[in-house]
């Protein structure tokens, strides 16, 4: 397990799930996290599960690391996956179109499920 001021990274099942702890996801934290994910996810084949549990506000440059993550993962023949997204959440990912270029489930098991 890997713990960090900005992630919590656990495998289960093949598939690296990292708990977001970062109430927003912002120019700061978005490099951040970014970087700590890019450097794990070629251990577990690019299979990650994101638990958005505690993330209450996404910027654009947090949008834009979510693409950028998904890209190195399918470029890798693996799969990103976001699970646990408020309502407000779900609303931008909707309106920016992103919903239907991520895999978007609603807790940790489905995550899992759906990337193995």
């Not at 794990?40 to 299979?47: A, E, N, V």
Request: hydrophobic share 50%; aromatic share 4%.
């Amino acid at each position: 397990m890997i713990d960090s001021t900005h992630i919590d990274a656990a495998a289960e099942a093949g598939v690296l799930v990292i708990r977001l702890k970062c109430e927003k996801i912002a120019e700061y934290e978005a490099t951040i996290v970014e970087t700590e994910i890019n450097g794990l996810c070629p251990g577990f084949h690019h299979k990650i599960a994101l638990d958005f549990t505690q993330v209450q506000m996404l910027a654009s440059v947090g949008l834009g690391m979510l693409t950028s993550l998904n890209r190195v993962c399918r470029t890798n023949k693996g799969k990103l996956a976001l699970f646990a997204l408020n309502d407000n959440l779900r609303h931008l990912m909707r309106l920016t179109r992103l919903d239907s270029a991520f895999i978007i489930v609603p807790d940790r098991a489905a995550a899992v499920k759906a990337i193995t």
